[in-house]
């Protein structure tokens, strides 16, 4: 048990320096879309598909060391994150378009509320022990 508590905290931190390298950037992005040229729902989908991409190759390399089969991981990856991007545009519309908060702060918001989920998903499912592979 020991073991496993060791492994998982080594996967979270390497999945949190991913994550905090990777959204502090893409938030940045974010922010400047936001200000010179595009609404924050686009900005926010070009941004989150970016970082989709990135943090597939350095999550499944680094952070969990996955040598299964590449495209099924990468398809339950790309489904957790659509999952992800549905609930982050849908919460964004909200409370934003319908509640007036401030974008940034919800955005902000989102990626912490994601960022755990989305290392549990990986985890448990995306990245985890597979009997068929």
Known sequence: MAVALTTIRRQFAR???IGLVSNLTLYSVYLLLTIYFLQPRTAMTITYAIG?????????SWTFAFSGRRRAALARYLLVYTIGYIINLLVLSIFVNA????????????????AIAIFLAQKLWVFGPRIEE
């Open 52 to 60: 989709v991409l990135v943090t597939f190759l350095l999550n499944r």
């Open 99 to 114: 509640y007036g908060y401030p974008h940034e702060v919800v955005q902000a918001g989102m990626i912490l509320f994601l």
């Open 15 to 17: 999945y949190a320096v």
